[in-house]
């Protein structure tokens, strides 16, 4: 019969010593990060284990990312795990801005910047992200349309709600003017 210590080495025979890798969860750095977060007035955009304990994790807040903000969330995650027993990769970044949305944070945050919005339905907003709600964003957007009686188009300005459950994905538009 095999046991196994205390440092997951599976004893019994002569020929086959190894050790048992811990598989690292998600709810194992998130305790490691939550501190770090709320000093930091921070949020996590995504986090994912793959295979091999390959930690990657995105986080932001409203005031920016900097690098060594990243830094400190590497050393809050990687001092506290033993790489003898979880052996693990670590990559901490923010999310990039070619990325789409991925928590309603990243909405609040970007408030007042020209967001590109493509419906479930296919039909695409692009416009000022005016507003986030509990469900919903307010997208204004300008477009010139011919009215009756004038000689030249007019410049339209509309609102639109959008429900958080009918966006497919939403990213900033980057313009270098």
């Known amino acids: 019969m095999h046991e196994q210590n205390k440092r997951g080495k599976l004893e019994g025979t002569k020929s086959s010593l190894f050790l048992w890798k811990k598989m690292i969860t998600k709810q194992q750095v998130q305790?490691?990060?939550?501190?770090?977060?709320?000093?930091?007035?921070?949020f996590v955009v995504e986090?994912?284990?793959?295979?091999?304990?390959?930690?990657?994790?995105?986080i932001d807040s409203l005031k920016g990312i900097t690098v060594q903000d990243c830094m400190s969330f590497s050393r809050a995650v990687e001092h506290n795990l033993d790489r003898e027993i979880e052996d693990f990769e670590l990559q901490v970044s923010s999310p990039g801005l070619d990325k789409p949305f991925r928590v309603k944070e990243q909405y609040q945050k970007n408030v007042g910047r020209n967001v590109k919005v493509v419906p479930?339905?296919?039909?695409?907003v692009k416009g000022?992200?005016?507003?986030?709600?509990?469900?919903?964003?307010?997208v204004e957007y300008s477009y010139k349309e011919k009215i009756e009686g004038k000689k030249k188009k007019q410049t339209i300005i509309k609102q639109e709600k959008i429900n958080f459950n009918n966006i497919k994905e939403t990213t900033v538009i980057i313009s270098f003017k």
């Open 31 to 42: 305790d490691l990060i939550k501190d770090k977060l709320k000093e930091n007035d921070c």
């Open 47 to 58: 986090l994912e284990i793959g295979e091999g304990n390959a930690i990657s994790l995105e």
């Open 120 to 124: 479930v339905d296919g039909n695409v």
């Open 128 to 138: 000022e992200l005016k507003e986030v709600n509990e469900n919903d964003i307010m």
